[in-house]
């Protein structure tokens, strides 16, 4: 069965670059959410998109945006990098809010030096 | 603000033994969610429980939940070495599956 895809799975920046993470999601599924989980950390939720629109916002920092675009992916982008963003990032999909669970990605390592 | 605890942080128990990880919330919600992440790899769901009372078994692993106590169990039967990983209770507070709040993790290691 299809999964959601994150891409890139590695990504190395320098402190104060630009990054972008992009997500896809499970087919028929209208609704991606990011999560950031730092080294020994739990997931901490960044936001959420249901049908293109933000549905739900998190500890997402001000320097960090995203978007879900027409067919359903979605981007986070991340500007001014800090050390502190170093972490596994996260992509779930559901079918819609309000369902039974949210399908998470194989994420996307990113290291900031 | 929501908090979600889990107890232990870490186990190490042998094959073959039975436990218990206990996921404690502080606000009311009755969706709860238990993930598996083995190393460096990503969340796997394993059980969605949506009402007070409700049980869910799979192989080994059989969770419960019960909303008045805010209280969710992953037991774990006769543990084989495959179970190894950490595992993650989750709340969703928001009715709408819109977010999740994650516990601290478990880190089970389960030793020959």
């Known amino acids: 069965a299809a999964g959601v895809i994150q891409s890139p799975r590695h990504l190395i920046k320098e402190k104060r670059e630009t990054a972008t993470l992009k997500c896809y999601p499970i087919p028929r599924h209208d609704t991606v959410y990011w999560y950031q989980q730092g080294p020994g950390q739990d997931p901490q939720f960044l936001i959420s998109?249901?049908?293109?629109?933000?549905?739900d916002k998190g500890s997402i920092p001000d320097r960090f945006s995203a978007q879900q675009f027409s067919d359903y992916h979605s981007e986070l982008n991340m500007s001014s990098l800090e050390l502190g963003d170093s972490a596994l990032y996260f992509c779930?999909?559901?079918?819609?809010?309000?369902?039974?669970?949210?399908?998470f990605g194989p994420g996307t390592r990113l290291t900031v030096l | 603000e929501l908090k979600v605890e889990q107890n232990p942080l870490f186990l190490s128990m042998q094959e073959g033994k039975n436990y218990t990880i206990y996921c404690n919330y502080s606000?009311?919600?009755?969706?709860l969610y238990w993930y598996r992440q083995d190393p460096g790899k990503s969340l796997e769901s394993l059980f969605v429980?949506?009402?007070?009372?409700a049980v869910k078994q799979e192989g080994r692993l059989m969770a419960s939940l019960d909303t008045k106590a805010r209280l969710s169990t992953l037991h774990i039967t006769a543990a084989v070495h495959d179970l190894s990983a950490t595992y993650f209770c989750?709340?969703?507070?928001?009715?709408?599956?819109?977010?999740?709040?994650f516990g601290t993790g478990t880190r089970l290691q389960v030793t020959l």
């Open positions: 998109f249901y049908e293109k629109m933000q549905s």
């Open positions: 989750a709340v969703d507070y928001t009715g709408t599956a819109s977010k999740l709040t």
């Open positions: 429980l949506l009402s007070n009372g």
């Open positions: 779930a999909s559901s079918p819609g809010l309000a369902v039974d669970t949210q399908y």
């Open positions: 606000t009311t919600s009755d969706r």
